[in-house]
């Protein structure tokens, strides 16, 4: 009777959506483990090199020498790893910031990532940096970004596409614009793209696309 009793209460609760939620999980343990995780071997890094490996694999499938090759490269948490400044900010962010950290050209490498660049620029492929970031607002020649790409290995760039400061657009508009052009103007084909945010990938000609892990933070 007891029972019933308990399953008709259960029953009632559900049905007039009395039921308890579920609490999200605390800012303090995501962020724990979202640090965590990008220092994991056996998580983050080894789902990096398993999709650069895979970029290589189709690369070398894939490439048409008849073709103009290109490759497009996303900057952030795809070519270079901004953990130090994520942790510093307690993964805040303010433009000032962000823009101090980006002149400090201080970022570093993401290994598989560079290795992939080294084997496309090998084969001949060239390869295109598309990035939200700015050009640097204090010093020139060569600017921070490409300071730091350099000092890390990326050498020998074919280009780095910096989005203006204005007009103020979308990162993923600005992306896609500029691979337009590079297909439509000058006559490139896109072998493949790669980039940590889903909206590196939206718009025109996004090539065959190799997706990285970042939960830290999404663009648009
Ligand atoms: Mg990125």
């Keep these: 009777?007891?029972?019933?009793?308990?399953?008709?209460?259960?029953?009632?609760?559900?049905?007039?959506?009395?039921?308890?939620?579920?609490?999200?999980?605390?800012?303090?343990?995501?962020?724990?483990?979202?640090?965590?995780?990008?220092?994991?071997?056996?998580?983050?890094?080894?789902?990096?090199?398993?999709?650069c490996n895979e970029a290589k694999k189709y690369a070398e499938?894939?490439?048409?020498?008849?073709?103009?090759?290109?490759?497009?490269?996303?900057?952030?948490?795809?070519?270079?790893?901004?953990?130090?400044?994520?942790?510093?900010?307690?993964f805040g962010y303010t433009q000032e910031s962000w823009e101090a950290w980006v002149d400090s050209a201080k970022a570093t490498a993401i290994q598989p990532v560079l290795e992939l660049y080294l084997f496309l620029k090998e084969k001949g492929v060239k390869i295109f940096f598309i990035t939200g970031r700015h050009e640097s607002k204090y010093i020139k020649d060569p600017d921070p970004t490409i300071k730091n790409l350099n000092n890390v290995g990326f050498k020998n760039i074919d280009g780095v596409f910096f989005k203006p400061r204005t007009p103020k657009?979308?990162?993923?508009?600005?992306?896609?614009q500029i691979r337009k052009k590079l297909v439509e103007g000058n006559g490139y084909h896109i072998l493949l793209n790669i980039g940590d945010q889903e909206s590196d990938f939206w718009g025109e000609y996004p090539g065959k696309v190799f997706k990285l892990p970042n939960p830290a933070y999404m663009t648009f």
């Design 61 to 90: 499938k894939n490439l048409d020498k008849s073709k103009n090759n290109i490759a497009i490269f996303d900057i952030d948490e795809t070519s270079l790893n901004n953990l130090e400044y994520m942790k510093e900010f307690d």
């Design 169 to 176: 657009m979308k990162t993923s508009e600005f992306k896609s």
């Design 1 to 51: 009777m007891k029972r019933k009793l308990s399953v008709l209460i259960i029953s009632i609760l559900l049905f007039t959506g009395c039921s308890t939620t579920k609490e999200p999980i605390n800012l303090y343990y995501a962020k724990k483990e979202i640090k965590e995780y990008f220092e994991d071997s056996t998580r983050y890094w080894k789902e990096v090199w398993r999709i």
